[in-house]
């Protein structure tokens, strides 16, 4: 069982920047694929970005070029940051991690979600 705590949400101003970070428990976070995903009111939840377990990336094409996904093994911390914030960034943001190492999509388990709000 993995257990995740999402943090770095808030109030930002459009052009602005924002690092979320995901803590995992459980001792073999390193084999573990990790992402993010957001959800909007109304909208389905979707991928934001994503790393494998060997450090293979992939984003969402709304958000390429200005979010950045990372992790570090040794802190059992996934990281996104996210630059250049537009008002359509705005959503509860959710961290997840998946068994599969490989997973471009990983959804096993989920952290409770933090919220991003970009608004002037």
């Known amino acids: 069982q993995v257990q995740l705590v999402e943090s770095g949400g808030g109030l930002v101003q459009p052009g602005g920047s924002l690092r979320l970070s995901c803590a995992a428990s459980g001792s073999i976070f390193n084999r573990y694929a990790m992402g993010w995903y957001r959800q909007a009111p109304g909208r389905q939840r979707e991928l934001v970005a994503a790393v494998t377990s060997g450090g293979f990336t992939n984003y969402a094409d709304s958000v390429k070029g200005r979010f950045t996904i990372s992790r570090d093994n040794a802190k059992k911390t996934m990281y996104l940051q996210m630059n250049s914030l537009k008002p359509e960034d705005t959503a509860v943001y959710y961290c997840?991690?998946?068994?599969?190492?490989?997973?471009?999509?990983?959804?096993?388990?989920w952290g409770q979600g933090t919220q991003v709000t970009v608004s002037s």
């Open positions: 997840s991690a998946d068994r599969f190492g490989s997973s471009r999509y990983p959804d096993d388990y």
